[in-house]
């Protein structure tokens, strides 16, 4: 087992890895990403995470011509690592050039992918989250590198002693968290927002909606307030990272019974089955 890296398709040590410091992803957040989960020595959901990467790629006007081989790249570093339940991340920036708003082609688009352990969590035991505004600008269904509205709002949260930041948008609407989607259960229910611009297409929460099939609840795309969602009976994130997290309190307050609900609980051992199964 080894943490590794790749640069621009060059293995090596994680600890050993150098970027350019004149990359445009170092300096203007200028590039694309994805998070994906490994279990089992077993890339988890990877061709969702490749679709929306394309996107993403596609929505900033970066198209590199080594497309597949960049592909090849995640997976044999990924193999590589020996790393059974790893978190893999990688991006594709603009690339390295004299610091200039405008880009001028050719250029040279750089990738770097970072394969780490992670620590399975057998038991969740819910979390609490804590409302913040939602600075972010209109196109976050891009996952791009430009995270510093995300980054401030979770380390508000966590001063706070919450583990999420609750993003909410100018109407009172609640988008997302920083780093993972919100979602309630209200009457065997389970509520998300529609998926709009203001939100990142979360493979996670396309994983739940086809989990409320199988378990028989409903899944209705509308916004709700921070009021309504705090009164819901339950509430949860959804994440590569967060997998399915019960959320017990919204700003102090309790959610449903202040513990994680079934509903959450089955949702959670459905989303660890199909794991298992590698059914995704
Ligand atoms: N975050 N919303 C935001 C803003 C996110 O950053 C993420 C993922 C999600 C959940 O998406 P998915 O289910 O596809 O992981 C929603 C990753 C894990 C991160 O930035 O670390």
Redo the contacts with the bound molecule.
Sequence with gaps: MRELANVNGAICALEDAVIPAEDRGCLFGDGVYE?VRAYQGRLWGFRRHWKRFQRSLREIDLQPANLEEIRGWIEETYRSSQIPNATVYFHLTRGASPRSHAWSDPLNPSFFMSVRPFADRAIVAGVKVQSVPDLRWRR?DIKSLNLLP?VLAKQQARKLGAYEALLVDNQGNVT??????ALAILDRTIVAPPQAPS??P????EYVEEIAVALELAFQQRWLSLAEFRSAGEAFL????DEVTGITHVDGQAVGSGEVGPWTREIQKAYRERIEQRRD
């Design positions: 998070v976050c995300n997302e968290g920083s780093s993972s989607a939100i990142l979360s493979i996670t929460r959804a994440g590569t990272s």
